[in-house]
Every structure is written in C-alpha cells, then in structure tokens.
C-alpha cells in the first residue's frame, strides 16, 4: 500500500508536463527509482499509460482520432455547435490555431513522454527481473509507436524523441514522415522481440507480441511493403489465440477469440466510451450521426445496417446513429476494441493484392461480407478488388479510430473526398502544426503546406 500511495505521489511529477515539444522535467525531479521498483508499481505506472490512451483524445471516443478523422473524411455528420473548432475540423477548414488540434497534439506529446519516463525507468531498474523488465518496455515502447503511427498520419513531419532531456526536447526538429516510419519499424521489431504471445490478462487488455506484429504490419502496409506486411499477417492468422467470429451480434462482446486487443472502462461495469457518445433518441442529433455518404455503401440485406447503426426519427427526420456498442448501464459484456481479427483479414486481402495475388485475396475480402449476409465475390478485376476492399473495410470498421482516413490516405485516394466535402482540398491530407508549438519552438517551421 505505502508503495502504491508513493506512485500516486509521483504520477503528477511523471506526467504532468504541459508537452514534450514545450517543456518536460529534470530526472532529478521524477523518482523512477521508487516507480519502478517492483512489478506492482511498474504496472500501476503502465496502467496510467493505458487510462491516457483511452482518456485522453488518441484513443478517446470523444473528441479523439476515431470521430474526429471519420468526421474529417466522409463516415460521419457533424452537428456540434461549433466548439474548441471541432466543426471547422468536420469542414475540413482546420486553422493552426484550432484549439482540438492543439489539444490532441499536446496530449499525443504527453503521453508519449510518459512512456519513454515509462522506457526510462524500466531500463534502469534494479528491483525487476529481465522478463518483468522486457514485458514493460514491450508494452512502452508499442503504445508510443501507435502514437508516433497517427501523428505521423496526420501531420506529417513531426519531431520524434527518446529523450527526456528539457533542454533538447524544447528545441527540437521536425523528423521527416517517411523516417518517422523506419524508425517504428525498428521500435516495433523491439517490442515483438520483448513481449509475448501470452497475453497478461485473460481479457487482452494490455497488448501482447501479436498486437505489436499487428501494427507492425499496418506500417509495412502504409510503406507499400508488401510482403513484409503478409509475413507479419500469417504469423498472426496462424496462432491459437485468434479466431474469426462467425456471429455477427457477438462482434463488440469482450470475450471473443476474434479480439486482439482492447480497452476497459475506467470503473467496474461503465459503458463504453463509445456506447454513450454516439447515443441521442428521441430528439434531434448533437454531436454525430453516419454521412448519407456511407448509408449509401451499404445494401439493404446486409446485416451491419441492423446490428452496428440504428435509425432515430424525430419531429418527421431520421438520422442513422453509430450502435456497435449497446449497454449504457450495468456493462458486463463490452470493452472498446481497438483491433480485431477482421482487420487482420482485410489487410492480408490488401497485402496480396499489393503483391497482384488477387484471388488469393479474395477469400480474406470476402470473409466479413459472408458474416454479415452478403453474397462472396468470386471473380473479380484488379481495380473492382481495391474499390471493393476500401468499401467493405467502411461498411465493417465505420467509427473505429480514424480508419477510413487512413485507408485513403494508404491508398492515395484522398482526393476522392472532394466529391462529398466541398472544401476538401489537396492540403487537407495534413492537419496544420498548431500556432502555438510553431511560435515555442522555431524549428518547427514550416508550417505544413496549405496553412
């Protein structure tokens, strides 16, 4: 006990910096000794990594990358009353001084500080043993990839730092795109090397070797390195752990062998983030609601239009909300799922394709299409199966953390947002750097292209 009030203690000295690229703190001030001086601290200090993942705009239904970026492409209808810029956001219309985005970059750098003090500490402990030592920085050094992974995705160039020096990182240079993802590459290659296929929790709510293969191979992908991708893929697809589920209402249930990884709510049995941010019945929305663009891609008969959205009609209006996730009290049988066997499927299906391995592909494509009662594709064109891929990947992952922004932007079809956003422009494939860090820290400069 004396041991976990001493890490409640030092939790603000850790983390409590405003951002990595403005300001951190002097070692002398942290106590990593203490922290890290047994497993039970240790993890009490990953388990402060994690809250942020979820709480804190990266992973954060709310406010965080999945509707922000769903909003930014063409999956979801914003109708917020304009507030911290979110609408401009949805407008595609972001200005360096948009409040959100300087909220997200800020707390990205947060928490990204927070795992290498986490990296830091573990390193030099005396108190763990080598495999306790191995599993936490495993699980550091995923979490800061997978922040690294969207900041690079969103704003480009980005400054990127193992240092917890003030000095050095006040002063930092932008890390060019392409460099930022070598460089995951070899932290990723690090982490599978030190974590492993078991998971610590029979729940997989911390990530194991696979979910670091897993975003390793989601990389390769964004590279075009194909067959990289598919080996990462197969060793997946090739485990016990995994199996693809058949049941289309036991999808977003949390004891699936179809999860890889998840999140868990904050207290015992609280929604999901997401069960109670896209819900509104019985008037009319506030916040979001799925784009005409998106009910458009979907087939009367196919069972996602009944099982992951429901229609709210109110004063003569109906509007289709995001219903993945259903309790919204006395939760016993949801935790957010942040990757999923399914995407391991449609990335292989996009890994073959990349390699022209095209009906080899097809039986990856087809395997959500099957699930929710659509008929399988068995013959196809080269370009159908791409076009075909990008809407079956929309149909199944729609408000799960940004990934149709990601899939255009993988596949260069960006551009294609023009046709549904009217003040889509070439420039909008980035986010602007914040005013704010470009005036602390001239370094940062330029700006990104359009702003």
Known sequence: MKKILLLLCLIPLLWGCEDLVETDYPSNQ?????????????????????????????????YGFGPLLDSYADNLKCYYVDQNGVMDIYNNSPQATNSTIESVWNNAYE???????????TE?????????????????????SLIYFYLEQVFGDIPYTTNLDYEYNRNLKKTGGDMVLEQLEVDLSESINLLNEEYRDAERIYPNKKVAEFLLAKIYLTEHKYELAQQQLTDILQSSLYQFQEDIHEVFHKSGHHILWQLKPANGEDPTQEATFYYFMDSAPNSYVLSQDLLAVFVDNDLRKEVYMEEVT??????YRPNKYKNRENNATEYSIVFRIAE???LMAEALAGQNKFSEGLPYLN???????LSPITSISEEDFVNELLEEKRREFFTEFGQRFLDLKRFNRLGQLSNVKINWSVSNSLWPLPQTELLLNPNLVPQNEGY
């Open 124 to 144: 030099h402990s005396i108190g763990l043993t080598e495999s306790e030592r191995d599993g936490i920085k495993g699980e550091a050094l995923f979490v800061r």
């Open 344 to 346: 391991v499927y449609d």
């Open 367 to 373: 395997a959500t299409r099957i699930r929710a009662g």
């Open 111 to 121: 928490e990204i500080y927070q795992a290498n003090s986490i990296i830091y500490g």
């Open 314 to 319: 109110f004063n003569g209006n109906s509007w």
């Open 30 to 62: 942290i106590g990593r000794a203490q922290v890290f001086e047994d497993l039970q601290t240790a993890q009490a200090a990953l388990a402060g990594l994690y809250a942020n993942l979820r709480d804190r705009y990266i992973l954060k239904t709310n």
